[in-house]
């Protein structure tokens, strides 16, 4: 095994958690603004997102101050677009969800020989976020 690049590590989980917590805001927002015969489901998802990316952000603090850094007071920087139609807000999350599996992945490159509990975190959150990707493809099919 080789040593942690403890510092490397710290600095990409505090970037994933102020992208989860951009997250808890994006979903938050989006499940306020659908609309439609289909509105209920849709915010229900949302919602469950908005929760899930809070999970997320705690899971990562812990590991943060399991490693003696600090967690991130921030948030990730979000643009409104102000498209609000199930689709535009659809894709919107699956590039979120794309940028997540990227930064996940660049955790699992980070951490690989060198922290089994971490690689299996990053591998874990890898996939549930290429579930996540499935998921929005498949909710997105009859838009395109």
Not at 8 to 16: G, T, W
Not at 77 to 106: C, G, W
């Amino acid at each position: 095994m080789q040593e942690l690049d403890q510092n490397k590590a710290i600095d990409l989980l505090n970037a994933i958690m102020e992208f989860e917590l951009a997250g808890v805001v994006r979903y938050t927002h989006y499940s306020l603004m659908v609309t439609g015969p289909n509105r209920l489901p849709i915010v229900a998802f949302f919602k469950a997102q908005a929760s899930e990316s809070l999970l997320h952000a705690q899971q990562v603090g812990e590991i943060l101050t399991g490693l003696d850094g600090h967690p991130t007071l921030r948030i990730a920087p979000m643009e409104e677009t102000y498209k609000h139609s199930v689709k535009d807000i659809l894709q919107e999350s699956l590039n979120h969800e794309r940028k997540a599996l990227e930064m996940y992945k660049s955790l699992l490159d980070t951490v690989a020989n060198a922290s089994i509990y971490l690689e299996e975190f990053a591998r874990s959150m890898i996939g549930q976020e290429e579930l996540h990707n499935l998921e929005l493809k498949k909710m997105l099919r009859d838009f395109i």
